[in-house]
């Protein structure tokens, strides 16, 4: 269904048209949000990143050098809410407010103030998240969350006051992302242009699409869980208290029932827009966009379902172990579906490598390894020795560096002509691409020898025979963050300058978005295409 | 020993110099010896067990799988990366699906393997596993249990009334970096637990205060400890040895310091232990009876306090703000001892030791410690760190109030 009406050309007689700062804070334009949520992404990006090299530095060697262990397990909780809730979720969130709209052919998001707010929450969430940092250097407090970003209750019921900023930064990002994912259905479900079908819809809205009714089902599980554990640590109540007659455990089963879902909430959208840039580098027509489409279904039910799979070592009935390991390798179906429809797509193409190109082909490769993994990790006994050690850490920086970060790259670089007008760097994009992904593996690969060796994850020092693998992940890890700061300039220079872009920047896009000029008009399709 | 961690040695250079001096160091010699030289584990340590034996035969299996579909399946893309080019001069083709019954049946041939990979190749063997990893009471020699606490295990073994705490051993001064590391930092303990080789020991986990988790990688096993909870699991172990492991979930700050030390021994030579350890256990029970002098005490004191309490409270009895409150010069340590009646004062330095404070890391030692243990390290705390409060608590005190 669509809106028929549409605004005639407007050219804002008295339009109240603020300038500078203001003009950031009051903006209901889904391109100035959008351009917000990626900026905002890009600079917690080198936060998180900090704060991880940090922790890298510490694990270049055995003994204590640069860090207490306390300030060390308050690194890699932080590094993973703000890698998660602040650089990640919000990239996606910004690319659903440039493109959805250009995609669908709608003049703006459907609820445009809703989605100002629901950007202007982030900054102070990712304030309360990180101000126990530095109130700890003025003496107040221990610092920041220091149980991981998981909360594990009894752990988090003892903790100081960084717990507590914790959980109320994760109900401002909850209802951010809430609010978010709001404006996307309704924009999806009412705003298309006449004719576009659901099953017209591109790939990347119908990624979206999934991932908005993932939030909406989610979250709020998670909220209620950190909300019985600020009771519990305020009010006197026993929800994770067994000597109160509650149960730890009960706190494991509500985060990861929103936890689980997470990781598809954040690879959806990723998975939604590489079928674009493979189909526009082949310069073909993408492979089983209905099979994509169920398959993008059916991951986003089974993701509900599977939740016990990260803690088959708390214990639990022979049957919902083998329930929660079948449950979860059934997910390996529809993750096929999509790697098969992605290498059909490039089968029998005429391939060229620019760098989004290159950024989509490396995601697949390098996810493939995070799926593969996956698929083992499901198993029960299996899962007894890698669960909690460094090869999670290594599968889940492949499902969600390689998937997640890089899947945004790819996206950023398919999109900056469209947003800015101009061309990046081609050879500065290559650049970045093969520093990436050498050094990555060179970051991740030796940490999954790592933990089938029995290194257990965070853990601020180690025994000897752990040694030259961690001297090897944090070379490679300081290679990974210093060459994203090529991406950095890459993208400034491209918002600065350079060779004009076409509105279709690429030869073989095809889309509504690559319509309109690049960049496109402050306000676009304000007459609806209408799509045959 | 514990973990609190030393500032960087005052050695004239500065820390951050140094760190780069070896990290350069390090890189070098990585880069030129290369793997070779290295002691670098590709793959699981040695089984022991037997279940440490199915699941790395299963992980090999696994990785025999994943490692297939890995190559073919990229093989076959990058055979279209390069035969299927722009520069090539390959011309698009238009298809979006399957056409016809042959191409229909191609495309789903690959979807039928991975079904049979996942609930066959996969799915029977780890089913078969899963039934023997949580068979924990069937042939059961014996019982150990494990109680995870910040940051130390308790072993139990109830059929012979032992039962002790196990901590760190690896001097704080290799931690630090001011002394050579040895071969085995970090996985060395004060006292290691002992169990038969061949016998099927139950493990009954549970935990004082947060969750922490029992591994060790050679018996394929790994377990939660959770407090109000009792989890099992078995290691029936083949191989007289010493083995080691880690708590696994994070615990709190000394998480990466409290190992698992196991010594795997013959029979006899496990039964002479256990018979050694019930000699000491009587003879610490009747030390228990009669009257210690404070000096004796206070002595006592100190190792238990190393041993228990230091981690938070630190050496020095300062703490660690806002956490962990100090004790030198504390209200409840310099406050009354017991009341007229010689009874427990709720709120006072005898209640906090043996009850603990709900809602803090501070847990109740009641059934961790002994008699003696709870007496001495009481005295010790009330004299020392500048505290002179300079009374005394029996060991039948304690008892008595027990």
């Given at each position: 269904?669509?809106?028929?009406?549409?605004?005639?050309?407007?050219?804002?007689?008295?339009?109240?048209?603020?300038?500078?700062?203001?003009?950031?804070?009051?903006?209901?334009?889904?391109?100035?949000?959008?351009?917000?949520?990626l900026t905002f992404a890009l600079v917690m990006f080198f936060v998180g990143g900090a704060m991880i090299l940090a922790v890298r530095a510490e694990l270049f060697s055995p003994g204590l050098q640069l860090m207490q262990p306390e300030f060390f397990n308050q690194l890699i909780g932080i590094h993973a809410l703000v890698m998660i809730f602040a650089a990640l979720m919000p990239a996606a969130t910004g690319f659903a407010n440039w493109m959805i709209p250009l995609m669908i052919g709608a003049p703006d998001m459907a609820?445009?103030?809703?989605?100002?707010?629901?950007?202007?929450?982030?900054?102070?969430?990712?304030?309360?998240?990180?101000?126990?940092?530095?109130?700890?250097l003025f003496g107040i407090g221990d610092g920041a969350l220091a149980t991981g970003w998981t909360f594990y209750a009894p752990l988090s019921v003892q903790g100081g006051m960084g717990i507590d900023f914790a959980i109320l930064a994760v109900h401002i990002l909850g209802i951010s992302s809430i609010m978010g994912s709001i404006n996307i259905i309704v924009t999806i479900f009412n705003m298309r242009a006449p004719g576009m079908t659901m099953m017209k819809l591109p790939?990347?809205?119908?990624?979206?699409l999934i991932t908005a009714f993932l939030l909406i089902a989610t979250l709020p599980v998670l909220a209620g869980a950190v909300t019985m554990l600020l009771t519990d640590r305020h009010f006197?109540?026993?929800?994770?208290?067994?000597?109160?007659?509650?149960?730890?455990?009960?706190?494991?089963?509500?985060?990861?029932?929103?936890?689980?879902?997470?990781?598809?909430?954040?690879?959806?959208?990723?998975?939604?827009?590489?079928?674009?840039v493979l189909a526009t580098f082949s310069r073909k027509p993408n492979y089983g966009y209905t099979?994509?489409?169920?398959?993008?279904?059916?991951?986003?039910?089974?993701?509900?379902?599977?939740?016990?799979?990260?803690?088959?070592?708390?214990?639990?009935?022979?049957?919902?172990?083998?329930?929660?390991?079948?449950?979860?390798?059934?997910?390996?179906?529809?993750?096929?579906?999509?790697?098969?429809?992605?290498?059909?797509?490039?089968?029998?193409?005429?391939?060229?490598?620019?760098?989004?190109?290159?950024?989509?082909?490396?995601?697949?490769?390098?996810?493939?390894?995070?799926?593969?993994t996956g698929l083992i990790l499901a198993d029960v006994a299996a899962d007894a020795q890698y669960h909690h050690s460094y090869f999670v850490v290594a599968h889940f920086h492949y499902a969600l560096f390689a998937g997640g970060i890089m899947g945004v790259m790819t996206g950023v670089y398919y999109w900056l002509p469209k947003w800015t007008g101009h061309m990046y760097s081609e050879t500065l994009g290559k650049w970045h691409f093969w520093l990436t992904v050498v050094s990555f593996n060179l970051t991740f690969m030796p940490q999954f020898f790592l933990g089938l060796a029995g290194m257990p994850r965070r853990i601020p020092d180690y025994a000897l025979q752990f040694a030259e693998f961690n001297a090897i992940s944090t070379v490679g890890a300081f290679v990974l963050g210093l060459s994203q700061l090529l991406f950095a300039w890459n993208v400034w220079s491209c918002v600065r300058g350079g060779p004009k872009a076409e509105g279709r920047a690429w030869e073989g896009a095809e889309g509504l978005e690559w319509e309109l000029s690049s960049p496109p008009p402050h306000h676009s399709w304000e007459t609806q295409p209408v799509i045959k | 020993m514990t973990c609190r961690i030393l500032q960087p040695r005052a050695t004239g250079h500065s820390p951050v110099a140094a760190f780069v001096r070896r990290a350069l160091s390090t890189v070098v010699a990585v880069a030129l010896a290369g793997p070779a030289a290295a002691e670098m584990r590709f793959n699981f340590p040695e089984p022991v067990t037997p279940l440490a034996r199915e699941t790395l035969a299963i992980h090999n299996e696994f990785m025999l799988i994943i490692t297939t579909l890995f190559v073919v399946v990229f093989a076959i893309m990058i055979y279209s990366m390069v035969?299927?080019?722009?520069?090539?001069?390959?011309?698009?083709?238009?298809?979006?699906?399957?056409?016809?019954?042959?191409?229909?049946?191609?495309?789903?041939?690959?979807?039928?393997?991975?079904?049979?990979?996942?609930?066959?190749?996969?799915?029977?063997?780890?089913?078969?596993?899963?039934?023997?990893?949580?068979?924990?009471?069937?042939?059961?020699?014996?019982?150990?249990?494990?109680?995870?606490?910040?940051?130390?295990?308790?072993?139990?073994?109830?059929?012979?009334?032992?039962?002790?705490?196990?901590?760190?051993?690896?001097?704080?001064?290799?931690?630090?970096?001011?002394?050579?590391k040895g071969e085995h930092y970090l996985l060395e303990v004060d006292k290691p637990v002992v169990l038969p080789v061949g016998k099927k020991v139950r493990v009954l986990l549970t935990s004082t205060d947060v969750i922490h988790t029992w591994w060790v990688p050679q018996f394929g096993v790994k377990r939660d400890a959770i407090p109000g909870f009792l989890r099992e699991t078995w290691v029936q172990i083949e191989k007289p040895g010493i083995y080691r492991g880690q708590c696994a979930e994070l615990c709190g700050k000394d998480h990466g310091f409290m190992p698992v030390v196991v010594h795997a021994v013959p029979e006899e030579e496990y039964l002479a232990w256990v018979e050694q350890q019930k000699l000491a256990a009587s003879a610490a029970a009747g030390s228990a009876e009669r009257a210690w002098s404070r000096d004796e005490l206070v002595a006592e004191g100190k190792k238990t306090y190393d041993k228990v309490c230091v981690a938070c409270h630190q050496a020095d009895g300062q703490g660690l703000a806002p956490a962990f409150p100090p004790l030198a010069a504390s209200k409840v340590v310099n406050g009354p001892l017991l009341d007229m009646n010689g009874k427990v004062i709720p709120g006072s330095h005898v209640d906090r030791v043996m009850n603990g404070k709900a809602g803090t890391a501070m847990q109740a030692f009641r059934e961790t410690l002994s008699d003696v243990e709870l007496a001495s390290v009481i005295t010790y705390e009330r004299n020392a760190f500048g505290n002179k409060m300079g009374d005394m608590i029996q060991p039948a005190q304690i008892k008595a109030l027990r």
């Open positions: 269904m669509s809106i028929a009406t549409t605004h005639p050309a407007d050219p804002h007689p008295g339009h109240y048209q603020p300038a500078g700062l203001l003009r950031w804070l009051t903006t209901t334009n889904h391109k100035d949000i959008g351009t917000m949520y609820l445009p103030r809703l989605n100002n707010w629901g950007f202007w929450l982030l900054p102070p969430a990712a304030i309360l998240l990180t101000l126990p940092f530095v109130l700890a790939l990347f809205a119908w990624g979206w006197g109540t026993h929800f994770f208290n067994a000597a109160g007659g509650g149960d730890p455990i009960l706190f494991q089963h509500l985060f990861w029932f929103f936890g689980h879902p997470e990781v598809y909430i954040l690879l959806l959208p990723v998975w939604g827009l590489i079928p674009h099979a994509q489409v169920y398959a993008f279904i059916a991951i986003g039910i089974l993701s509900v379902v599977v939740w016990a799979h990260h803690f088959f070592t708390a214990g639990m009935p022979i049957p919902a172990l083998i329930y929660f390991m079948f449950s979860t390798m059934a997910i390996s179906v529809p993750l096929a579906v999509l790697f098969f429809c992605w290498i059909a797509t490039m089968w029998k193409g005429a391939m060229s490598f620019e760098t989004p190109m290159l950024f989509a082909v490396g995601f697949i490769v390098l996810f493939g390894i995070a799926g593969l | 035969r299927h080019r722009k520069s090539a001069g390959h011309p698009p083709a238009r298809f979006t699906g399957p056409r016809g019954a042959l191409q229909w049946f191609w495309a789903l041939v690959p979807f039928a393997i991975l079904l049979f990979i996942d609930f066959v190749l996969m799915g029977i063997p780890a089913v078969q596993a899963i039934i023997s990893m949580e068979d924990t009471k069937t042939r059961a020699d014996m019982v150990l249990k494990v109680t995870g606490m910040q940051w130390k295990w308790q072993y139990e073994y109830p059929d012979s009334g032992i039962k002790f705490i196990s901590t760190l051993s690896t001097p704080r001064e290799q931690i630090s970096n001011a002394d050579a």
